[in-house]
T-cell receptor, first 109, second 111 residues
Framework: GQQLNQSPQSMFIQEGEDVSMNCTSS?????WLWYKQDPGEGPVLLIA?????ELTSNGRLTAQFGITRKDSFLNISASIPSDVGIYFC?????????FGQGTRLTINP | DAGITQSPRHKVTETGTPVTLRCHQTENHRYMYWYRQDPGHGLRLIHYSYGVKDTDKGEVSDGYSVSRSKTEDFLLTLESATSSQTSVYFC??????????FGPGTRLLVL
């Protein structure tokens, strides 16, 4: 299948630091999605991107759809304890989503 | 929160026994999905449905079957559970297939 490579796999940061993660693919796509999964719960959609070059914010979160349409970035500014969780990128195709492996974010107070 | 529930939330079973997981929605969404989540693999699609009685396989469908006899319910069946099917199972629903709303998950342990 068409894999998504998400990095880093895990991050350990101090509260207040900025966070950056990315997702790449060998194929081009029309949609990039970013989900967050809190411990013990199902993933929740954070941001959806539909155009190459698009930059979209949701509070302290900012995501960008890469200009080549093969990658996407998610940034979190001034991290807080509730940002802990697993962040997944996803792309759509044929009525389905394919998810990256996830980035596990741990924050030290 | 989207009206989606999963039952049971936790289950322990023995190898070789049949297991059925239920996903129930109150949103009347067309699309329903079953995923499994395992460490290092993220979320992998097992089966999905695009309407009543309309289902299709995902990337890890071997050993699983599904049924959708009405809009609100999507059942996932393990005909003969194996230890490799120990996992956390998530159901998701969507009006359009991009914005998926996930249920709380079912933790299945196959001994």
């Amino acid at each position: 299948g068409q894999q998504l490579n998400q990095s880093p796999q895990s991050m350990f940061i101090q509260e207040g630091e900025d966070v950056s993660m990315n997702c790449t693919s060998s194929s081009i796509f029309n949609t990039w999605l970013w989900y967050k999964q809190d411990p013990g719960e199902g993933p929740v959609l954070l941001i959806a991107l539909y155009k190459a070059g698009e930059l979209t914010s949701n509070g302290r979160l900012t995501a960008q759809f890469g200009i080549t349409r093969k990658d996407s970035f998610l940034n979190i500014s001034a991290s807080i304890p509730s940002d802990v969780g697993i962040y997944f990128c996803a792309r759509e195709g044929a009525q389905k989503l394919v998810f990256g492996q996830g980035t596990r974010l741990t924050i030290n107070p | 929160d989207a009206g989606i529930t999963q039952s049971p939330r936790h289950k322990v079973t023995e190898t070789g026994t049949p297991v059925t997981l239920r996903c129930h929605q109150t949103e009347n969404h067309r699309y329903m999905y079953w995923y499994r989540q395992d460490p290092g693999h993220g979320l992998r699609l097992i089966h999905y449905s695009y309407g009543v009685k309309d289902t299709d396989k995902g990337e890890v469908s071997d050993g699983y079957s599904v049924s959708r006899s009405k809009t609100e319910d999507f059942l996932l069946t393990l005909e003969s559970a194996t230890s490799s099917q120990t996992s956390v199972y998530f159901c998701a629903i969507a009006r359009g297939f991009e914005t998926q709303y996930f249920g709380p998950g079912t933790r299945l342990l196959v001994l």
